[in-house]
Protein backbone atom coordinates (compact mmCIF):
# COMPACT_ATOMS: atom_id res chain seq x y z
CA UNK A 1 0.00 0.00 0.00
CA UNK A 2 1.16 3.71 -0.19
CA UNK A 3 2.49 3.51 3.36
CA UNK A 4 1.57 4.54 6.71
CA UNK A 5 4.11 6.02 9.44
CA UNK A 6 4.84 3.82 12.48
CA UNK A 7 1.68 5.69 13.78
CA UNK A 8 -0.84 2.86 13.03
CA UNK A 9 -3.86 3.86 11.17
CA UNK A 10 -5.98 1.25 13.30
CA UNK A 11 -9.35 1.42 14.65
CA UNK A 12 -8.31 0.36 18.36
CA UNK A 13 -4.92 1.51 19.25
CA UNK A 14 -4.07 -1.16 22.18
CA UNK A 15 -4.41 -3.93 20.00
CA UNK A 16 -5.55 -7.36 22.11
CA UNK A 17 -4.40 -10.45 21.95
CA UNK A 18 -5.58 -12.99 18.99
CA UNK A 19 -8.32 -16.04 20.39
CA UNK A 20 -7.52 -19.57 19.33
CA UNK A 21 -9.51 -21.61 17.60
CA UNK A 22 -11.11 -25.42 17.85
CA UNK A 23 -12.53 -27.57 15.51
CA UNK A 24 -16.09 -27.49 14.67
CA UNK A 25 -19.07 -27.81 12.11
CA UNK A 26 -17.88 -26.93 8.42
CA UNK A 27 -18.86 -23.63 5.88
CA UNK A 28 -18.64 -24.32 2.54
CA UNK A 29 -19.32 -22.78 -0.76
CA UNK A 30 -20.16 -24.63 -4.18
CA UNK A 31 -16.32 -24.59 -4.91
CA UNK A 32 -15.24 -27.20 -1.63
CA UNK A 33 -13.60 -24.42 0.15
CA UNK A 34 -14.41 -24.86 3.99
CA UNK A 35 -14.14 -23.27 7.01
CA UNK A 36 -14.13 -25.81 9.87
CA UNK A 37 -15.92 -23.51 12.67
CA UNK A 38 -15.57 -24.54 16.46
CA UNK A 39 -15.69 -22.65 19.79
CA UNK A 40 -13.39 -19.81 20.43
CA UNK A 41 -10.40 -20.74 22.63
CA UNK A 42 -8.60 -18.40 25.43
CA UNK A 43 -5.16 -17.26 24.34
CA UNK A 44 -2.59 -16.19 26.47
CA UNK A 45 -4.29 -13.79 29.83
CA UNK A 46 -7.33 -13.09 27.13
CA UNK A 47 -10.50 -15.10 27.78
CA UNK A 48 -12.31 -17.17 25.29
CA UNK A 49 -15.48 -14.18 23.33
CA UNK A 50 -18.78 -15.29 24.47
CA UNK A 51 -20.67 -18.61 23.81
CA UNK A 52 -22.38 -16.59 20.79
CA UNK A 53 -18.67 -16.75 19.00
CA UNK A 54 -17.27 -18.92 16.31
CA UNK A 55 -13.72 -19.19 15.34
CA UNK A 56 -12.42 -20.96 12.61
CA UNK A 57 -9.76 -21.82 9.85
CA UNK A 58 -9.41 -20.97 5.97
CA UNK A 59 -6.48 -22.71 4.15
CA UNK A 60 -5.68 -19.84 0.99
CA UNK A 61 -2.62 -19.92 -1.04
CA UNK A 62 0.27 -18.77 -0.18
CA UNK A 63 1.12 -17.00 -3.30
CA UNK A 64 -1.70 -16.18 -5.68
CA UNK A 65 0.20 -16.86 -8.68
CA UNK A 66 0.19 -20.43 -7.71
CA UNK A 67 -2.76 -20.84 -6.79
CA UNK A 68 -2.31 -25.01 -6.12
CA UNK A 69 1.17 -24.57 -4.53
CA UNK A 70 2.06 -24.57 -0.77
CA UNK A 71 -0.93 -22.85 1.55
CA UNK A 72 -1.44 -20.44 4.50
CA UNK A 73 -4.11 -20.90 7.02
CA UNK A 74 -6.28 -17.61 8.01
CA UNK A 75 -7.71 -17.26 11.40
CA UNK A 76 -11.22 -16.01 11.28
CA UNK A 77 -14.31 -15.01 13.58
CA UNK A 78 -18.19 -14.80 13.32
CA UNK A 79 -21.14 -14.10 15.57
CA UNK A 80 -24.40 -15.21 13.96
CA UNK A 81 -27.06 -12.56 13.15
CA UNK A 82 -29.83 -12.48 15.81
CA UNK A 83 -32.82 -11.46 13.39
CA UNK A 84 -34.96 -13.12 10.82
CA UNK A 85 -34.34 -11.79 7.80
CA UNK A 86 -30.38 -12.71 7.43
CA UNK A 87 -29.04 -10.06 4.36
CA UNK A 88 -25.48 -12.16 4.69
CA UNK A 89 -22.46 -12.36 6.12
CA UNK A 90 -20.59 -8.29 6.51
CA UNK A 91 -16.86 -8.79 7.13
CA UNK A 92 -14.52 -6.30 8.97
CA UNK A 93 -10.66 -5.40 9.31
CA UNK A 94 -10.07 -2.82 11.47
CA UNK A 95 -6.94 -1.21 10.40
CA UNK A 96 -3.21 -1.19 10.81
CA UNK A 97 -2.21 -2.91 8.52
CA UNK A 98 -1.14 -5.49 11.16
CA UNK A 99 -4.75 -5.07 13.19
CA UNK A 100 -5.94 -8.65 14.98
CA UNK A 101 -9.58 -8.94 13.66
CA UNK A 102 -10.21 -12.29 15.81
CA UNK A 103 -9.39 -9.95 18.63
CA UNK A 104 -11.32 -6.70 17.84
CA UNK A 105 -14.59 -8.13 16.59
CA UNK A 106 -16.06 -9.41 19.92
CA UNK A 107 -15.37 -5.90 21.20
CA UNK A 108 -16.69 -4.26 18.46
CA UNK A 109 -19.61 -6.26 18.50
CA UNK A 110 -22.00 -3.48 21.06
CA UNK A 111 -20.79 -0.87 18.34
CA UNK A 112 -22.47 -3.22 15.44
CA UNK A 113 -25.27 -4.52 17.62
CA UNK A 114 -28.05 -3.17 15.02
CA UNK A 115 -26.08 -4.71 12.07
CA UNK A 116 -25.70 -7.67 13.68
CA UNK A 117 -29.61 -7.66 13.98
CA UNK A 118 -29.14 -9.07 9.90
CA UNK A 119 -25.72 -9.78 9.48
CA UNK A 120 -23.07 -12.62 10.84
CA UNK A 121 -20.46 -10.48 11.87
CA UNK A 122 -17.23 -11.48 10.48
CA UNK A 123 -13.11 -10.81 10.61
CA UNK A 124 -10.73 -12.37 10.56
CA UNK A 125 -6.51 -12.23 10.88
CA UNK A 126 -5.18 -11.05 7.86
CA UNK A 127 -2.23 -13.23 6.46
CA UNK A 128 1.15 -12.35 8.73
CA UNK A 129 -1.24 -11.04 11.10
CA UNK A 130 -1.34 -12.42 14.78
CA UNK A 131 -3.02 -16.17 14.44
CA UNK A 132 -2.57 -16.24 10.51
CA UNK A 133 0.71 -17.09 10.36
CA UNK A 134 2.03 -13.65 12.35
CA UNK A 135 5.33 -12.60 11.74
CA UNK A 136 7.40 -11.37 14.76
CA UNK A 137 11.03 -9.71 13.81
CA UNK A 138 12.29 -8.80 17.41
CA UNK A 139 12.08 -10.55 20.63
CA UNK A 140 10.75 -8.13 23.72
CA UNK A 141 14.56 -7.41 25.06
CA UNK A 142 15.49 -6.47 21.52
CA UNK A 143 12.12 -3.84 20.94
CA UNK A 144 12.76 -2.13 24.27
CA UNK A 145 16.54 -2.14 23.31
CA UNK A 146 15.43 -0.49 20.03
CA UNK A 147 13.34 2.42 22.31
CA UNK A 148 16.55 3.85 22.79
CA UNK A 149 17.78 4.84 19.00
CA UNK A 150 16.35 8.01 18.43
CA UNK A 151 13.71 8.48 15.78
CA UNK A 152 15.03 12.37 15.45
CA UNK A 153 18.72 12.14 14.44
CA UNK A 154 20.33 15.26 14.46
CA UNK A 155 24.45 14.15 14.64
CA UNK A 156 26.18 11.72 12.42
CA UNK A 157 26.42 8.76 15.34
CA UNK A 158 22.32 8.97 15.81
CA UNK A 159 21.84 8.50 11.84
CA UNK A 160 24.06 5.99 11.86
CA UNK A 161 22.00 4.15 14.79
CA UNK A 162 18.76 5.03 12.99
CA UNK A 163 19.35 3.30 9.99
CA UNK A 164 21.09 0.47 11.52
CA UNK A 165 18.27 -0.21 13.76
CA UNK A 166 16.23 0.12 10.32
CA UNK A 167 18.11 -2.28 8.29
CA UNK A 168 17.99 -4.89 11.77
CA UNK A 169 14.40 -4.58 11.43
CA UNK A 170 14.08 -5.78 8.53
CA UNK A 171 16.86 -8.79 8.88
CA UNK A 172 14.70 -9.65 11.58
CA UNK A 173 11.50 -10.21 9.61
CA UNK A 174 13.31 -11.68 6.86
CA UNK A 175 14.57 -14.67 9.22
CA UNK A 176 11.02 -14.62 10.74
CA UNK A 177 8.69 -14.82 7.89
CA UNK A 178 10.69 -16.78 5.22
CA UNK A 179 8.56 -16.88 2.01
CA UNK A 180 5.33 -15.16 2.96
CA UNK A 181 7.63 -11.99 3.60
CA UNK A 182 6.77 -11.34 -0.24
CA UNK A 183 3.48 -13.06 0.02
CA UNK A 184 1.69 -10.43 2.61
CA UNK A 185 0.42 -7.83 0.23
CA UNK A 186 -2.92 -5.53 0.31
CA UNK A 187 -3.28 -7.33 -2.91
CA UNK A 188 -2.52 -11.00 -1.73
CA UNK A 189 -5.45 -9.89 1.44
CA UNK A 190 -7.94 -8.16 -1.09
CA UNK A 191 -7.39 -12.13 -2.89
CA UNK A 192 -8.10 -13.84 0.64
CA UNK A 193 -11.02 -11.61 1.27
CA UNK A 194 -12.81 -12.87 -2.00
CA UNK A 195 -11.82 -16.56 -1.18
CA UNK A 196 -13.75 -15.91 2.74
CA UNK A 197 -16.49 -14.48 0.86
CA UNK A 198 -16.90 -18.09 -1.23
CA UNK A 199 -16.08 -20.24 1.97
CA UNK A 200 -19.43 -17.78 3.77
CA UNK A 201 -21.91 -18.72 1.15
CA UNK A 202 -21.99 -14.88 -0.33
CA UNK A 203 -22.58 -14.02 -3.86
CA UNK A 204 -21.21 -10.58 -2.94
CA UNK A 205 -19.12 -9.16 -0.44
CA UNK A 206 -20.61 -6.75 2.16
CA UNK A 207 -17.69 -4.69 3.97
CA UNK A 208 -17.24 -2.84 6.80
CA UNK A 209 -13.43 -1.71 6.12
CA UNK A 210 -12.13 1.02 9.19
CA UNK A 211 -8.79 3.08 8.82
CA UNK A 212 -6.55 0.69 6.67
CA UNK A 213 -9.21 -1.34 5.78
CA UNK A 214 -10.65 1.44 3.59
CA UNK A 215 -7.71 0.79 1.29
CA UNK A 216 -8.14 -2.99 1.49
CA UNK A 217 -11.65 -2.09 0.43
CA UNK A 218 -10.74 0.18 -2.10
CA UNK A 219 -7.87 -2.94 -3.34
CA UNK A 220 -11.01 -5.15 -3.33
CA UNK A 221 -13.64 -3.54 -5.66
CA UNK A 222 -11.09 -2.65 -8.17
CA UNK A 223 -9.96 -6.18 -8.00
CA UNK A 224 -13.42 -7.60 -8.32
CA UNK A 225 -16.32 -4.70 -8.77
CA UNK A 226 -18.49 -7.34 -9.49
CA UNK A 227 -18.42 -9.09 -6.57
CA UNK A 228 -18.84 -5.58 -4.61
CA UNK A 229 -22.24 -5.40 -2.25
CA UNK A 230 -22.48 -2.81 0.29
CA UNK A 231 -18.96 -1.54 1.01
CA UNK A 232 -18.35 0.81 4.20
CA UNK A 233 -14.90 2.63 4.40
CA UNK A 234 -14.71 4.52 7.04
CA UNK A 235 -11.50 6.84 8.37
CA UNK A 236 -10.31 6.60 4.69
CA UNK A 237 -6.89 6.49 3.72
CA UNK A 238 -5.50 8.64 0.29
CA UNK A 239 -5.32 6.20 -2.18
CA UNK A 240 -3.65 8.86 -4.54
CA UNK A 241 -0.63 9.69 -1.46
CA UNK A 242 2.57 7.92 -2.21
CA UNK A 243 4.83 7.84 0.67
CA UNK A 244 5.69 11.64 1.30
CA UNK A 245 2.40 12.07 0.67
CA UNK A 246 0.95 10.00 3.18
CA UNK A 247 3.82 11.64 5.51
CA UNK A 248 2.25 15.04 5.25
CA UNK A 249 -1.13 14.32 5.69
CA UNK A 250 -0.31 12.63 8.50
CA UNK A 251 1.56 15.52 9.68
CA UNK A 252 -1.61 17.78 8.56
CA UNK A 253 -4.09 15.37 10.27
CA UNK A 254 -2.31 15.14 13.79
CA UNK A 255 -1.23 18.88 14.05
CA UNK A 256 -4.99 19.51 13.39
CA UNK A 257 -6.06 17.35 16.09
CA UNK A 258 -3.56 18.74 18.37
CA UNK A 259 -4.58 22.25 17.38
CA UNK A 260 -8.74 21.11 18.46
CA UNK A 261 -7.12 19.61 21.51
CA UNK A 262 -5.30 22.61 22.77
CA UNK A 263 -8.44 24.99 21.70
CA UNK A 264 -10.63 22.83 23.80
CA UNK A 265 -8.36 23.89 27.28
CA UNK A 266 -8.21 27.63 26.37
CA UNK A 267 -4.82 27.44 24.98
CA UNK A 268 -3.35 29.01 22.23
CA UNK A 269 -2.85 26.41 19.28
CA UNK A 270 0.26 27.93 18.33
CA UNK A 271 1.79 28.62 21.19
CA UNK A 272 0.94 25.43 23.14
CA UNK A 273 2.58 23.62 19.93
CA UNK A 274 5.28 25.86 20.57
CA UNK A 275 5.88 24.60 24.16
CA UNK A 276 5.21 21.44 23.35
CA UNK A 277 8.04 20.96 20.99
CA UNK A 278 10.04 22.79 23.46
CA UNK A 279 9.21 19.58 25.79
CA UNK A 280 10.35 17.35 23.08
CA UNK A 281 13.74 19.13 22.54
CA UNK A 282 14.48 18.82 26.40
CA UNK A 283 13.52 15.44 25.91
CA UNK A 284 16.20 14.95 23.72
CA UNK A 285 18.73 15.94 25.10
CA UNK A 286 17.93 14.40 28.75
CA UNK A 287 15.11 12.12 29.11
CA UNK A 288 12.95 11.83 32.04
CA UNK A 289 12.74 9.55 34.90
CA UNK A 290 9.70 7.49 35.33
CA UNK A 291 8.15 4.46 38.16
CA UNK A 292 8.67 2.15 35.47
CA UNK A 293 11.78 0.80 37.15
CA UNK A 294 15.37 1.24 34.78
CA UNK A 295 13.53 2.55 31.87
CA UNK A 296 13.09 6.68 31.29
CA UNK A 297 11.00 8.70 28.73
CA UNK A 298 13.16 9.69 25.63
CA UNK A 299 11.82 11.95 23.08
CA UNK A 300 10.65 9.35 20.38
CA UNK A 301 8.02 7.79 23.84
CA UNK A 302 7.16 10.79 24.66
CA UNK A 303 5.55 11.74 21.01
CA UNK A 304 4.10 7.87 21.04
CA UNK A 305 2.35 9.05 23.95
CA UNK A 306 1.20 12.50 22.72
CA UNK A 307 0.20 10.55 19.84
CA UNK A 308 -2.36 7.63 21.33
CA UNK A 309 -5.04 10.24 23.45
CA UNK A 310 -5.19 12.36 20.07
CA UNK A 311 -7.33 9.08 18.23
CA UNK A 312 -10.26 9.59 20.48
CA UNK A 313 -11.34 12.66 21.82
CA UNK A 314 -12.10 11.06 25.08
CA UNK A 315 -8.48 10.76 25.76
CA UNK A 316 -7.86 14.89 25.80
CA UNK A 317 -8.19 14.96 29.60
CA UNK A 318 -4.91 12.36 29.86
CA UNK A 319 -3.11 13.87 27.64
CA UNK A 320 -3.53 17.35 29.33
CA UNK A 321 -2.51 15.15 32.79
CA UNK A 322 0.41 13.27 31.19
CA UNK A 323 2.05 16.90 29.64
CA UNK A 324 1.38 18.49 33.16
CA UNK A 325 3.44 15.48 34.87
CA UNK A 326 6.42 15.70 31.99
CA UNK A 327 6.91 19.44 32.31
CA UNK A 328 6.93 18.84 36.11
CA UNK A 329 9.67 16.29 35.98
CA UNK A 330 7.74 12.94 35.64
CA UNK A 331 7.98 11.20 32.92
CA UNK A 332 5.42 7.88 34.22
CA UNK A 333 2.35 9.31 32.48
CA UNK A 334 3.55 9.89 29.03
CA UNK A 335 5.64 6.35 28.90
CA UNK A 336 2.03 4.88 30.04
CA UNK A 337 0.49 5.86 27.37
CA UNK A 338 3.36 4.99 24.76
CA UNK A 339 3.46 1.43 26.41
CA UNK A 340 -0.31 1.18 25.26
CA UNK A 341 0.46 2.38 21.75
CA UNK A 342 3.32 -0.17 21.73
CA UNK A 343 1.09 -2.88 23.01
CA UNK A 344 3.84 -3.29 26.31
CA UNK A 345 2.33 -5.01 29.40
CA UNK A 346 3.43 -4.63 33.28
CA UNK A 347 5.63 -7.58 32.40
CA UNK A 348 7.61 -6.25 29.79
CA UNK A 349 6.19 -8.08 26.90
CA UNK A 350 5.33 -6.72 23.75
CA UNK A 351 2.88 -7.34 20.66
CA UNK A 352 3.38 -7.65 17.56
CA UNK A 353 1.05 -5.56 15.11
CA UNK A 354 3.71 -3.09 14.40
CA UNK A 355 6.37 -5.87 12.95
CA UNK A 356 3.16 -6.97 10.70
CA UNK A 357 2.15 -3.83 9.81
CA UNK A 358 5.73 -2.79 8.25
CA UNK A 359 5.89 -6.33 6.75
CA UNK A 360 2.51 -5.29 4.87
CA UNK A 361 3.45 -1.52 4.28
CA UNK A 362 7.42 -2.06 3.08
CA UNK A 363 6.28 -4.61 0.90
CA UNK A 364 2.95 -2.25 -1.01
CA UNK A 365 5.35 0.03 -1.34
CA UNK A 366 8.31 0.48 -3.59
CA UNK A 367 9.54 3.57 -2.76
CA UNK A 368 12.41 3.77 -0.99
CA UNK A 369 13.34 7.41 0.41
CA UNK A 370 17.16 8.05 1.34
CA UNK A 371 18.58 10.27 3.88
CA UNK A 372 19.76 12.66 1.65
CA UNK A 373 15.88 13.14 0.33
CA UNK A 374 14.58 12.77 3.64
CA UNK A 375 17.02 15.73 5.05
CA UNK A 376 15.70 18.41 1.95
CA UNK A 377 12.09 17.63 2.89
CA UNK A 378 12.26 18.22 6.52
CA UNK A 379 11.95 21.80 6.17
CA UNK A 380 8.23 21.42 4.92
CA UNK A 381 7.62 18.49 7.57
CA UNK A 382 8.30 21.38 10.58
CA UNK A 383 6.47 24.12 9.10
CA UNK A 384 3.06 21.84 8.76
CA UNK A 385 4.46 20.87 12.62
CA UNK A 386 6.41 21.72 15.09
CA UNK A 387 5.73 18.95 17.30
CA UNK A 388 5.17 16.21 14.91
CA UNK A 389 6.96 16.99 11.86
CA UNK A 390 10.48 15.42 12.34
CA UNK A 391 9.72 12.63 13.43
CA UNK A 392 7.20 11.45 10.40
CA UNK A 393 9.73 13.30 7.92
CA UNK A 394 12.87 11.08 9.05
CA UNK A 395 9.98 8.12 9.01
CA UNK A 396 9.58 8.56 5.29
CA UNK A 397 13.04 7.32 4.98
CA UNK A 398 13.86 4.88 8.06
CA UNK A 399 10.60 2.75 7.78
CA UNK A 400 11.64 0.95 4.87
CA UNK A 401 15.10 0.96 4.89
CA UNK A 402 17.14 -1.77 3.19
CA UNK A 403 13.99 -3.47 3.35
CA UNK A 404 14.63 -7.60 2.24
CA UNK A 405 11.96 -7.83 -0.21
CA UNK A 406 11.15 -5.08 -3.02
CA UNK A 407 7.97 -3.13 -2.65
CA UNK A 408 5.28 -2.90 -5.17
CA UNK A 409 3.59 -0.10 -6.58
CA UNK A 410 3.89 3.61 -6.02
CA UNK A 411 -0.52 4.07 -5.00
CA UNK A 412 -2.92 1.26 -4.78
CA UNK A 413 -5.08 1.20 -8.30
CA UNK A 414 -8.33 1.57 -6.41
CA UNK A 415 -10.65 2.00 -9.94
CA UNK A 416 -13.80 -0.14 -9.77
CA UNK A 417 -15.94 0.90 -12.57
CA UNK A 418 -18.96 -1.02 -12.76
CA UNK A 419 -19.15 -1.77 -9.17
CA UNK A 420 -21.98 -1.08 -6.65
CA UNK A 421 -22.25 2.12 -4.85
CA UNK A 422 -19.71 2.23 -1.78
CA UNK A 423 -20.29 4.68 0.99
CA UNK A 424 -16.73 6.70 1.93
CA UNK A 425 -17.02 7.82 5.53
CA UNK A 426 -14.28 11.30 6.41
CA UNK A 427 -14.27 12.84 10.20
CA UNK A 428 -12.97 16.09 9.58
CA UNK A 429 -10.82 15.53 13.28
CA UNK A 430 -9.31 12.53 12.30
CA UNK A 431 -5.43 12.29 12.62
CA UNK A 432 -4.48 9.51 11.36
CA UNK A 433 -6.59 9.48 8.13
CA UNK A 434 -7.35 13.35 7.56
CA UNK A 435 -10.66 13.75 6.24
CA UNK A 436 -9.40 14.82 2.72
CA UNK A 437 -8.83 11.04 1.69
CA UNK A 438 -12.53 10.64 1.76
CA UNK A 439 -13.58 12.64 -0.95
CA UNK A 440 -10.09 11.40 -2.74
CA UNK A 441 -10.91 7.70 -2.40
CA UNK A 442 -14.44 8.34 -3.97
CA UNK A 443 -13.11 9.94 -6.87
CA UNK A 444 -10.65 7.18 -7.91
CA UNK A 445 -13.37 4.66 -7.29
CA UNK A 446 -14.97 6.36 -9.96
CA UNK A 447 -18.16 8.24 -11.12
CA UNK A 448 -21.51 6.68 -9.76
CA UNK A 449 -19.77 4.58 -7.17
CA UNK A 450 -17.77 6.46 -4.21
CA UNK A 451 -20.54 8.37 -2.21
CA UNK A 452 -18.89 10.53 0.75
CA UNK A 453 -20.43 11.75 3.90
CA UNK A 454 -18.44 13.64 5.92
CA UNK A 455 -18.96 14.16 10.12
CA UNK A 456 -17.38 17.27 11.57
CA UNK A 457 -16.59 15.60 14.66
CA UNK A 458 -13.18 14.20 16.19
CA UNK A 459 -11.49 11.19 16.55
CA UNK A 460 -9.99 8.41 14.08
CA UNK A 461 -13.31 6.72 12.67
CA UNK A 462 -16.94 8.07 12.31
CA UNK A 463 -19.39 4.89 12.88
CA UNK A 464 -19.98 4.57 16.73
CA UNK A 465 -18.21 7.68 17.65
CA UNK A 466 -21.30 9.30 18.85
CA UNK A 467 -23.01 10.94 15.88
CA UNK A 468 -26.94 9.50 15.30
CA UNK A 469 -26.71 11.14 11.70
CA UNK A 470 -23.51 9.24 11.02
CA UNK A 471 -25.03 6.60 12.22
CA UNK A 472 -28.62 6.22 11.05
CA UNK A 473 -26.86 7.14 7.77
CA UNK A 474 -24.50 4.11 7.88
CA UNK A 475 -27.36 1.51 8.90
CA UNK A 476 -29.52 2.59 6.13
CA UNK A 477 -27.15 1.56 3.77
CA UNK A 478 -25.75 -1.20 4.84
CA UNK A 479 -29.38 -2.66 6.02
CA UNK A 480 -31.52 -1.14 3.32
CA UNK A 481 -29.29 -0.32 0.65
CA UNK A 482 -30.37 3.52 1.28
CA UNK A 483 -27.56 5.22 -0.48
CA UNK A 484 -27.22 8.99 1.02
CA UNK A 485 -26.53 11.97 -1.00
CA UNK A 486 -22.75 12.59 -2.36
CA UNK A 487 -21.24 14.41 -0.13
CA UNK A 488 -24.50 14.99 3.23
CA UNK A 489 -22.08 16.35 5.94
CA UNK A 490 -22.95 15.63 9.24
CA UNK A 491 -22.72 18.61 12.11
Known sequence: MTRFARWTALAACAALLAAGCGGGSDDRDRGGTAIDWGRCEASGDTPAPGDEWQCGTLRVP????????????????????????????????????????????????????????????????????????????????????????????????????????????????????????????????????????????DDRLHYFGISYGTELGGVYAHLFPERVGRLTLDAVVDPSADTVGHAENQ??????????????????????????????????????????????????????????????????????????????????????????????????????????????????????????????????????????????????????HEWPVPGLHDTPEVSAPGAAPVLVVGNTGDPATPYEGARRMADELGEGVGTVLIWEGEGHGAYGSGSDCVDSTVDAYLLDGEVPKDGKVCS
Not at 289 to 310: D, H, M, N, W, Y
Open 251 to 400: TRGFQRALDNYLESTGRDPEQGSREIAELLDRLDAEPLPTSSKGRELTQSLALTGIVLPLYAKDGWPVLTSALEAAEEGDGSELLALADGYNERDASGKYGTTTHSQRAISCLDDKQRMTAERTEELLPEFERISPVFGSFLGWDTAGWC
Open 62 to 201: LDWSEPDGGTIGLALIRAKATGDERLGSLLFNFGGPGGSGVSMMPSYATTASKLRERYDLVSWDPRGVAASEGIRCRDDEEIQAAESVDSTPDTPAEKRAYFADAADFGEGCRESAGKLLAHVSTTDTARDMDRIRQALG
